[in-house]
């Protein structure tokens, strides 16, 4: 099966969102390429997190809102075509003001997101668990939301609040609140730093689907999908754990190289070519062209 051949009648949005409302928390593992997407849907999961902090990485940039629309757009066209699951976008700040949310909406849409993430941080953003970050008032940051809702055909809009740092827990609620009026279909209350804080705000806001942030090293403590559907939360990102893994075996790789001229030493640590060919389905895509001959691996 290829995604050449492997169509889905249902809106990346709806099937997004139909798994939301259905039963356990949803597993979004983060996935920072085409390569990733495939490996975290051979392990079961059923939707994909795209991070900003991973793709800028990825692009040798810090996350400090310095991509576009369109260098996105090319992560969410191979994770999501690659993989066929739907795909939870980090759509940052929006880009711009209301207008410029539309046109993302729209861009996203088209190139297969299933849902984003907007916060309510201005430009130029931080990682959400770093210090002295800056809001925009809560009215703007609703005019965004409410400019992304009517933009959208199936998309899923989540609304991401770095208040807590800032202004606390209440104001937080506060701006949760005038988001979800605004049109927001669910909550992503960012650097929440206890259990218990995780606590108070899903009891705050019964009903209301939440998102927890599990990335590493940051402020909030690390707890299990499981431990966090008790508390109330209906979606769990691990947004820059595959980046993570992988630059770390990179580096081991360059210093190998470095030290002994070959990559001999690092041979039991990688990939084999007959996993990567059975990964991104090398010999289906042989198999659609009758004209290509197919390969025998050396």
């Known amino acids: 099966m290829t995604w050449l051949t492997d169509h889905h009648p249902v809106p990346a949005g709806r099937r997004f969102r139909e798994r939301l409302s259905g039963p356990g928390i949803f597993r979004l593992p983060g996935a920072h390429n085409g390569q990733a997407a495939l490996q975290a849907r051979a392990a079961g999961f059923e939707g994909l997190y795209l991070s900003g902090a991973a793709m800028s990485a990825s692009m040798g940039l810090p996350d400090l809102g310095l991509i576009t629309i369109e260098d996105v757009c090319f992560f969410i066209r191979q994770t999501a075509n690659a993989s066929g699951l739907p795909v939870l976008v980090d759509a940052d700040t929006g880009y711009g003001e209301a207008l410029n949310v539309m046109v993302m909406v729209r861009r996203f849409e088209e190139a297969g997101a299933g849902a984003i993430h907007l916060e309510d941080q201005i430009l130029p953003k931080k990682c959400g668990h770093l210090s002295d970050k800056r809001l925009a008032t809560p009215q ?110 990179q580096e081991r790789l360059y210093a190998a190289l470095r030290d002994h001229d070959t990559t001999a030493p690092m041979l039991d640590q990688m990939q084999s070519r007959q996993d990567l060919y059975a990964t991104i389905g090398y010999f289906d895509f042989e198999a659609l062209d009758q004209s290509i001959s197919q390969s025998i691996l050396p």
């Open 140 to 249: 703007e940051m609703a005019a965004k939301i409410a400019a992304a809702v009517r933009a959208r055909r199936d998309l899923v809009v989540v609304a991401r609040t770095d208040a807590v740092a800032n202004e606390g827990m209440d104001a937080a609620l506060a701006r949760a609140r005038l988001y979800l009026e605004a049109g927001a279909d669910a909550i992503f209350p960012e650097a929440l730093t206890s259990v218990d804080m995780l606590r108070e705000f899903a009891q705050a806001l019964p009903g209301v689907p939440l998102l927890a942030n599990m990335t590493e090293f940051g402020r909030t403590p690390s707890l299990t999908g499981a431990e966090l559907e008790g508390l109330g939360y209906r979606m769990v990102i691990w947004p820059v754990s595959s980046l993570r893994v992988a630059n770390k075996a």
